[in-house]
């Protein structure tokens, strides 16, 4: 997530909110896992968050 901050700093934006949502996501990818029209991409998608390769973030910037 800082190359992302940085990148949106040296553009001339100021970051005004960063919230980590990947414990939120983790919770909808392990339900998704038992939906009857799951897709096949739950798994790698869980596996990914929880092992840490996938971030699921939101970050609110306003041009400086």
Request: hydrophobic share 40%; net charge neutral; charged share 20%.
């Amino acid at each position: 997530p800082g190359a992302y901050l940085d990148a949106l700093v040296s553009h001339g934006f100021r970051v005004m909110q960063f919230i980590d949502l990947t414990p939120k996501a983790l919770d909808y990818w392990k339900i998704r896992l038992h939906f009857p029209l799951a897709s096949g991409v739950e798994r790698p998608f869980l596996d990914g968050y929880q092992d840490g390769y996938m971030k699921y973030i939101s970050i609110s910037a306003e041009r400086s």
